[in-house]
């Protein structure tokens, strides 16, 4: 148990359609991460958020974007949904935007028919 | 361009075996990270390595450094069936942003 969740564990769209994923960092947690994992691949950095400020940013295109809130919850948005965006999401949270060992949620798996 | 490579790719041992899975990195680690994922399921830290030699062991899980920091080996000794999943190597570059490399998945036969 790394104290991380995530919502939903599954979920399917469509393509064209929007989705919200959401992740609860462990409490004391200013710096939350998230990835996507495509199957049989390592996780994708998509970016960082630091104190509710996105911090950086991996090489996906601006309908991905996210929210971190002041009570360690953050929200992973992806607009216009395309079937390569079909994946394992997972959030990382870690004690500040220096600190590298990051504690990970179950991931949710999003499929888009 | 990945900028952190595993071998092997995929891996298949009989129960008691040693294995060893490394990864190379296109640029000098400042610190080195291993995880092991079940599959389809989040990742778990394993052990960080920063120093270059430095090697760290956890249970039968033994990681090393080598000296000009651009490479990472993970050892297990006498495999068993609870070391199966998938092992990724990450490492943070330029301190907001994290690479994962390819990911070796170990099967371990009873």
């Known amino acids: 148990e790394t104290g991380v969740t995530q919502s939903p564990t599954h979920l399917i769209k469509t393509r064209g359609q929007q989705v919200t994923l959401r992740c609860s960092s462990q409490s004391g947690h200013n710096t939350v991460s998230w990835y996507q994992q495509a199957l049989g691949q390592g996780p994708q950095f998509i970016f960082q958020?630091?104190?509710?400020?996105?911090?950086g940013r991996g090489n996906f295109p601006p309908r991905f974007s996210g929210l971190q809130f002041p009570n360690y919850s953050s929200e992973l948005n992806v607009n216009a949904l395309e079937l390569d965006d079909s994946a394992l999401y997972l959030c990382?949270?870690?004690?500040?935007?220096?600190?590298?060992?990051?504690?990970f949620g179950p991931g949710t798996r999003l499929l888009v028919l | 361009s990945q900028e952190l490579e595993q071998s092997p790719q995929s891996l298949i041992v009989q129960e008691g075996k040693n294995l060893t899975i490394n990864c190379t990195s296109s640029?000098?680690?400042?610190?080195l990270y291993w995880y092991k994922q079940k599959y389809g399921e989040g990742l778990i830290f394993l052990m960080m390595l920063q120093k270059g030699g430095e090697e760290k062991s956890h249970e039968k899980i033994t990681a090393k450094l080598d000296e000009k920091k651009q490479q990472s080996s993970l050892h297990i000794t006498a495999s068993q069936p609870s070391h199966a999943g998938i092992y990724l190597c990450g490492a943070d570059y330029t301190g907001n942003q994290f690479y994962f490399g390819t990911g070796t998945s170990l099967t371990v036969i009873p």
């Open positions: 958020y630091y104190r509710e400020e996105e911090n």
């Open positions: 990382a949270s870690s004690l500040d935007e220096r600190e590298e060992t990051q504690y």
């Open positions: 640029k000098t680690l400042y610190g």
